[in-house]
């Protein structure tokens, strides 16, 4: 049973860091793509950062470059996103998400997704 599990949301004020984590579970972790979208109130679902499976490619929105970085512990099954500077725009569900191609989860095309966990940004 495939399980992806985000932690790590929660309340900051712009200008903090928060650091997100997501643990997967049920399938090969080291041979798929992982990434992070987000859903705000009334938006669509977009992407947020991925980084493909030999860990030397990664992805971001032009919204979060600079910002944002994201990073996996394949023998963890772990990836991250740690946000820095964070901006009240950044306020949403973050969701974890895994794929077997980098290039197609960017248009999000992607197989497995987490549940999603709150980030909130104060002003």
């Known amino acids: 049973q495939v399980q992806l599990v985000e932690s790590g949301g929660g309340l900051v004020q712009a200008g903090g860091s928060l650091r997100l984590s997501c643990a997967a579970s049920?399938?090969?972790?080291?041979?798929?793509?992982m990434g992070w979208f987000r859903q705000a109130p009334g938006k669509e679902r977009e992407f947020v950062a991925g980084?493909?499976?030999?860990?030397?490619?990664?992805y971001y929105a032009d919204s979060v470059k600079g910002r944002f970085t994201i990073s996996r512990d394949n023998a963890k099954n772990t990836v991250y996103l740690q946000m820095n500077s964070v901006k009240p725009e950044d306020t949403a569900v973050y969701y974890c998400a895994a794929g077997r191609n980098i290039a197609r989860m960017t248009a999000g095309g992607v197989d497995y997704w987490g549940q999603g966990t709150q980030v909130t940004i104060s002003s």
């Open positions: 980084i493909a499976w030999s860990v030397d490619a990664t």
């Open positions: 049920g399938f090969t972790f080291s041979r798929y793509a």
